[in-house]
């Protein structure tokens, strides 16, 4: 299958419309799944046609990057890894220390064991997971350029910065990609992000653009989550939160009968349409859902269709928080 390309920004970056988010292959959706699986899903992805794959040292604690590596080590010519830096993680005992840590040293510290984990001599994409308010950006940019230098990492990128973060971080670094969550459930970065990205040629990537699954309308008021699922703690998933969101999925729904295709390649596709440079990494472990979204890239919205889908969208109040307060608490700064 050829999957459309994109180029993040003005770099030469060139990777497939849709990327591949693999945390919850390991980590925050209930239990991990079957690693041997979830090898021979990421190969299918490259089978298909995707080449960008979403990692992080945090996820798991490191066994999602284990496991991308492993998996695409026979094809890591053929792809683009993206892996992340930048949660206080204890590098021998996998342990959590609490919060963030982007200290340069700690950087570089990282980038070793990432490397050795993914199974390659250089990383495609390196993102600051969070931005430390303790360490000056201006530090974390100068760390991965010097990283770049070395040839151990290509492209410098940033998740959930703000407008001024990036502003800054660029000015030492280009910053090649933004990842941030952008949906139709959660359009944030439109305000202020959107037009710093296209102004400085910065590529974006979003995080969790079905919402999490609730834009493919498999999900209602009466869904049980595993215990070990993050969405428990989410405010907007809360039955009362999903009752009140449900008219989104309505809408999403209806322009997919429209469309003959389904929720969640429509809730892609208008992500698609929205710039050219903005490339979403869904996430899934089930090869269907993987040919699915892959699907979006074929479904055109037209700008009747992306006027009617904001029209309606912009009457519909949305409930709920999209992370825990304390998660909220790192994002944007």
Not at 11 to 24: H, P, Q, Y
Not at 43 to 67: H, K, Q
Not at 181 to 198: D, Q
Request: one cysteine or more.
């Amino acid at each position: 299958m050829q999957v459309q390309k994109r180029k993040l920004g003005n770099s030469n970056l060139e990777v497939s419309a849709i990327g591949l988010g693999c945390m919850g292959m390991s980590a925050n959706y209930g239990p991990p799944a079957d690693k041997q699986e979830m090898i021979a899903l990421i190969r299918s992805a490259v089978d298909l046609g995707i080449t960008l794959f979403d990692t992080a040292e945090v996820y798991g604690p490191f066994a999602n990057e284990e496991l991308v590596g492993e998996a695409l080590a026979p094809v890591r010519s053929q792809v683009v890894i993206a892996t992340k830096f930048g949660f206080d993680l204890d590098l021998a005992t996998r342990e959590r220390r609490g919060g963030l840590n982007s200290r340069p040293e700690h950087i570089k510290a990282v980038a070793e064991v990432s490397l050795k984990r993914l199974k390659t001599d250089v990383i495609d994409l390196f993102y600051q997971h969070r931005v430390d308010p303790q360490v000056p950006i201006e530090d974390v940019a100068g760390a991965v350029k010097d990283l770049i230098h070395q040839g151990k990492v290509r492209h410098f990128g940033l998740s959930e910065p703000g407008v001024q973060t990036i502003r800054r971080a660029h000015a030492v670094q280009p910053v090649t990609a933004v990842q941030s969550e952008y949906s139709l459930w959660y359009r944030g970065p439109e305000a202020e992000v959107l037009p710093v990205l296209e102004e400085l040629g910065i590529g974006f990537v979003p995080f969790s653009p079905l919402g999490a699954g609730f834009l493919t309308g498999k999900i209602d008021a009466a869904t049980k989550f595993d215990s070990t699922d993050f969405r428990n703690s989410v405010p907007r998933f809360t039955s009362e939160a999903l009752k009140a969101n449900m008219a989104l999925v309505d809408l999403v729904r209806d322009v997919a009968k429209h469309k003959n295709a389904t929720p969640a390649q429509i809730a892609l596709a208008w992500l698609l349409a929205q710039k050219p440079w903005i490339v979403p990494i869904p996430g899934t472990t089930k090869l269907h859902r993987l040919e699915e979204n892959l699907g979006a890239v074929t479904v055109e919205l037209t700008s009747e269709d992306l006027k009617k889908i904001d029209a309606i969208a912009s009457k519909i109040p949305l409930q709920g928080a999209r992370l825990p307060e304390g998660a909220l608490a790192m994002t944007g700064r």
